[in-house]
């Protein structure tokens, strides 16, 4: 079964930057299309971006368009999100999955991305 773990969440200013890393254990090669999603307070999980395998389709959610980047490392079953230009409504936890989820692989712990005004 495959495992996720993400990491590298924290407490940022406004305008700030921080990069998450999302590693995929177990067996991860069901995890073609990989995405990064976000859940605020009160609010429904939503897709933030996501990679094809081989990085040639990338999408990204309007509202961090120009500021995030997602990327993936095959060889480390692992995906990150650059995240720059942080404003306090990227306030969230962060988890990766498949894109769309699978029932089969749970959603992992998150990581908690704060981001001060």
């Known amino acids: 079964q495959v495992q996720l773990v993400e990491s590298g969440g924290g407490l940022v200013q406004a305008g700030g930057s921080l990069r998450l890393s999302c590693v995929a254990s177990g067996s991860s090669i069901s995890l073609n299309v990989m995405g990064w999603y976000r859940q605020a307070p009160g609010k429904q999980r939503e897709l933030v971006a996501f990679i094809t395998r081989g990085g040639d389709i990338i999408k990204y959610a309007d509202s961090v368009k120009g500021r995030f980047t997602i990327s993936r490392d095959n060889a480390k079953n692992t995906v990150y999100l650059q995240m720059n230009i942080l404003k306090p409504e990227d306030t969230a936890v962060y988890y990766c999955?498949?894109?769309?989820?699978?029932?089969?692989?749970?959603w992992g712990q998150g990581t908690q991305v704060t981001v001060s005004s």
């Open positions: 999955n498949a894109m769309p989820p699978l029932r089969a692989v749970p």
